[in-house]
């Protein structure tokens, strides 16, 4: 299987770099030849993957944070007419970075990477899910797929004050740091949001999670039952709570626990969702897998199966 292998070497504070002489001993004895290139810039990944797949790359590896597996999986897919640039790549990572959310999605991922490489090239792909985001951007709107979770108002923020940081603290500090500094500045827009086919209803929110996989924020359990390959998003919704209450309930997801709040409620949808906030209001930022797309108003499509998962 013809492999591009995408390495971020600046992920998880340069220790995806540090690792790499690993992973490359690795990849030669269970993958075969293969082609590596290192990115250099941020927002480069998608454009060389999409040019390798297009050039007949079958297999693309991510090797980094999951902002990097964010980009390489937005160059599986044509931006204008939002189709597979490949049918059938398949797409898989190697995570290395500060979060490492997207990988707590799955009960069996393997802790050993000698093990993990020998899944990715033993596997023909599975179906994933991806979710289609479409946002205000700076120039129009904007249109990507989320992997794992977007949110739109304070997790917008919090993404946006992670980003603007170093990231050389690991796991969920930064985004522990960056949320409350969120909890305290934040305040809950009104909103109105419609599922599928369902009735447009007004809310009061302070975070809207969409989630695919189960986690984000360096290992906050929004959505514990979410699956990504079951066709369905979830949508989990903090209403309009104080700053104090925002950091209490935010740091109970790191037990799974945020649904238990009265003030936290959930939906699902399986085609769409859309989430419109009120004029006049300060931004609802929304970001996608950790990045920052926009701000609302929003949409979100399920696409169902759309990428094959190489583990």
Request: proline content about 5%; overall charge neutral; some cysteine.
């Amino acid at each position: 299987m013809r492999t591009l292998v995408l390495l971020n070497p600046v992920a998880g504070g340069r220790r995806a770099g540090r690792q790499w002489p690993q992973f490359d001993a690795l990849f030669q004895q269970h993958l075969g030849p293969f082609t590596l290139h290192t990115t250099q810039a941020a927002g480069e990944a998608s454009g060389v993957v999409r040019a390798a797949l297009a050039d007949g790359v079958e297999r693309v590896i991510s090797v980094g944070g999951d902002g990097t597996a964010h980009e390489v999986v937005n160059g599986f897919f044509d931006p204008a007419t939002r189709q597979p640039v490949r049918e059938g790549a398949v797409f898989a990572f190697i995570p290395c970075g500060t979060g490492g959310d997207f990988r707590r999605s799955f009960s069996d991922f393997p802790a050993d990477t000698e093990r993990l490489v020998r899944r990715i090239a033993d596997s023909q792909g599975r179906p994933l899910d991806v979710i289609g985001t479409v946002c205000a951007g700076v120039e129009g709107p904007a249109w990507r797929v989320a992997l794992n979770v977007a949110s739109v108002g304070q997790g917008g923020d919090v993404a946006r004050r992670v980003n603007a940081t170093s990231k050389w603290l690991s796991g969920g500090a930064p985004f522990v740091l960056a949320g409350i500094q969120g909890a305290i500045f934040v305040d809950a827009w009104q909103v109105n949001w419609r599922a599928d086919d369902g009735p447009i209803t007004p809310a009061r929110a302070r975070h809207m999670a969409v989630a695919n996989g189960r986690s984000h924020g360096g290992g906050m359990i929004v959505a514990p039952h979410a699956a990504v390959d079951d066709g369905r998003g979830e949508l989990v919704v903090m209403g309009d709570v104080n700053w104090l209450q925002s950091i209490v309930v935010g740091l109970a997801q790191y037990k799974g626990k945020m649904q238990s709040f009265a003030q936290v409620w959930q939906a699902s949808f399986e085609r769409s969702l859309e989430i419109v906030p009120d004029p006049g209001q300060p931004d609802m930022l929304v970001e996608v897998d950790g990045e920052v797309a926009g701000r609302a108003p929003v949409r979100f499509e399920m696409m169902k199966g759309a990428l094959r998962l190489g583990l």
